[in-house]
């Protein structure tokens, strides 16, 4: 019997070593060779999964998006609607090793999507993807219908938090004394609570 | 008599074509030669005002930042507190070309910043300075003494300000339809209003 290859686990071993060389180097050293060599393949059996550098990002950043994903799927949640949307939304910060790395590749191809119209595309299903999550958290809080089309203040809110939670993402990302878990917790807190005084 | 050289008019020269190298080939194209290139100069003449990449990637950052710093210190101010942390903290955003320019590099480096620890320091050193200029806005707004050290209420809602701005230049860059300047405003404006009900 041939040796069984699991393909799907070979792209996403791929993706992570891509991860891995971005973190490491910056995008500019994501060459398909550097993430060959990353991942202890050669280049000929890289090129069996992914035919171009482009679909190798974009794959990387798909991957970044279906992690993030599964991990809200599968949070335990509490029905105490506060702590649920602290929780939700805490999944996009970098409160601990491996949402640090998905942030740190998040940005790195953000900023590599404003030269690369593909990756763009991709970038914007994403975060449409999370404003869709926000809109939905904003109607939960504001007592709206969350399956109906928001009121235009509830629309306004839902842009306003998923601004914040990104800023707050880039901001832990980029300066370590902003990335206390229990500070950037409270500042999401603060920011439920004005929105709806208690 | 020699010839005279504007030298820091030819390393900003240099440092805007280092912008548009990142802005239409990513971070990634940013070697020293092709920078020369688009700047007209030879690789030796570079070389006399920046002896590695990251000294020029270095300059450039700075240079977003002093752009930023020159923009704000030439705004008319009203005197109507509304209005005028309206129009400093939307400086921030890409709201014209010049400001999209801006962020579009701020973006490219802030990513590159992640893999190289000097340029890191330099990004941190700017997003004190802006995070010093948030919380003053907050401290006028919320009736503290501009000069004295903030509440911990209002420290808060300066870094809660900050992230929201951030986030909201991020969203515009990369999803053209969050960048409607009038809605910008209007959600800042928002922000202000929860933050002290009038």
Known sequence: M???VDHSE???KLAEACWQVIREGGIENASVRNVADAAGMSLGSLRHYFSTQSELIAFSMRLVSERVNERI???ALSGELRQD???LSSQLLPLDEDRRLEGEVWLALSAKSLADP???ALFREVHDE???GFRKMTAYWLGENPAAVLSPEAELEARRFHALVDGLAIHSLLAPESADPAALLELIGLHLDRLRPS
């Open 2 to 4: 041939p040796k069984q």
């Open 73 to 75: 799927a599968s949070l």
């Open 118 to 120: 593909e990756l763009l």
């Open 10 to 12: 070979r792209r996403r």
């Open 85 to 87: 949307i602290l929780l």
């Open 130 to 132: 999370l404003l869709q």
